[in-house]
């Protein structure tokens, strides 16, 4: 299933390296070309010799390869690659890979790395569970980095749980469905979505703007990807890190800037998902200096920004989905439905801001879905990753299928 796949299988420094050695040798057996690009410490536990009988390549450690000042080129072997595996990945390799610090040469090659990237960390329990680690992991789902996660059982440590790495049988199965995955509602699907707020200028210093982050339209965009969507971002101005692989980035400022980007692309779009918080009101006059202060009130004449969503409403052709968000703080499930009528959606997300830890900025959502029968899913309270997945179950059953 993986011939003809090039993959990088990085290796550092722990002693589940071991394993790495099988991890090789079925990838190879399993049709790929592997080429081992390992840190200095990961020496220390596996020889290179043994990894290059195995891969049928020449390993590499260092940018020089040799006395002769012979260079490997991170950058070629990051455009050479259909994946890029780091099994096993220690908590530094993780830190290192989150903050961008290409001070060797595998993290080298995964900021060149333009494919699909993985990693299957291993260390022990307390390591994987500190706040800090977990941070760096989060960091790098939210990069579009594919999180293979350890395992529970008996540690190097001798304690007991999760951290060691994913066995390699499971490792290739992970790697055959990500190179070879299963057609879903969404494969080859152009997907327009939108994401964060906007920010509507009154002088050069100041704006008008609102809570976003982006984390729930970053979440549903991995998801999307994961399901084999073409995905376009158009994204305002987010405080959250911006997934950098497998996405045609859009990035704006204020709504005009929006509403320009969405119309360009909309046409192209077979899903158009408006998880943006765009602004509804603008200063009707922009200053060009600073506004001084100097009476104790101003008043700011304000004007209404194109309603996006009503505007795709009113064009929307036939089999193209088109799915709002509403924010809501009083009669929730009345407004949003009003809006999907109004916007003429095929379906609205409802967030409430009287749901505790659901909204802008936290890592969990609770969301309820209304069709145009005014039939409600609600969801549980979950992390945005599990609301963007079941968000897309919910789109592909009820929606898409019914469009196509």
């Not at 592997?34 to 290179?48: C, H, L, R, W, Y």
């Not at 990500?178 to 906007?198: D, H, M, R, W």
Request: aromatic letters at 6%; glycine letters at 6%.
């Amino acid at each position: 299933m993986l011939k003809g796949k090039r993959i990088i299988l990085g290796i550092s420094g722990s002693i589940a390296a071991y394993k790495s050695a099988e991890l090789s040798r079925l990838l190879v057996k399993a049709g790929a070309e592997v080429q081992i690009v390992m840190t200095k410490d990961a020496a220390a536990f596996i020889t290179p010799l043994t990894l290059s009988t195995l891969s049928k390549r020449p390993v590499f450690i260092d940018f020089v390869k040799n006395d002769m000042g012979e260079w490997v080129n991170h950058v070629d072997l990051g455009l050479w690659a259909d994946l890029l595996l780091v099994a096993p990945a220690t908590a530094t390799t993780l830190s290192r890979m989150a903050t961008a610090n290409a001070d060797n040469l595998l993290t080298a090659v995964f900021l060149s790395a333009r494919c699909q990237v993985a990693v299957a960390p291993a260390m022990d329990l307390d390591m994987w569970l500190n706040p800090a680690n977990q941070r760096n992991v989060k960091q790098l789902e939210t990069d579009g980095v594919k999180i293979i996660e350890p395992i529970a059982g008996e540690l190097a440590s001798g304690l007991s749980g999760k951290g060691r790495m994913a066995e390699p049988e499971d490792i290739v199965k992970f790697v055959q469905k990500t190179l070879s995955p299963e057609k879903t509602a969404f494969t080859g699907k152009t997907v327009l979505l939108t994401v964060g707020p906007t920010r509507e200028a009154l002088d050069p210093v100041r704006y008008i703007s609102n809570h976003s982050t982006g984390k729930m339209g970053f979440a549903i965009a991995n998801e999307l990807k994961r399901r084999g969507a073409n995905v376009i971002l158009v994204v305002g101005p987010v405080s959250e890190s911006m997934p950098s692989q497998g996405f045609q980035v859009v990035e704006v400022v204020s709504a005009k800037d929006m509403s320009q980007a969405v119309h360009q692309h909309a046409d192209a779009a077979d899903i158009i998902i408006l998880t943006a918080a765009v602004a509804d009101y603008r200063p009707a006059e922009f200053s060009p200096v600073k506004i001084k202060k100097s009476e104790d009130k101003i008043e700011i004449k304000l004007e209404k920004t194109e309603d996006i969503a009503k505007t795709l409403g009113a064009k929307k052709r036939e089999n193209q989905v088109l799915v709002g968000f509403a924010l809501e703080t009083n009669n929730e499930l009345q407004h949003a439905y009003q809006k999907l009528l109004n916007k003429n959606l095929d379906f609205i997300v409802l967030n409430s801001l009287n749901d505790n830890q659901a909204g802008f900025a936290h890592e969990t959502n609770k969301i309820t879905i209304i069709d145009k029968e005014n039939n409600k899913h609600a969801l549980p309270l979950l992390s945005k990753a599990d609301v963007a997945s079941e968000l897309l179950d919910y789109l592909a059953e009820k929606v898409y299928e019914a469009h196509v």
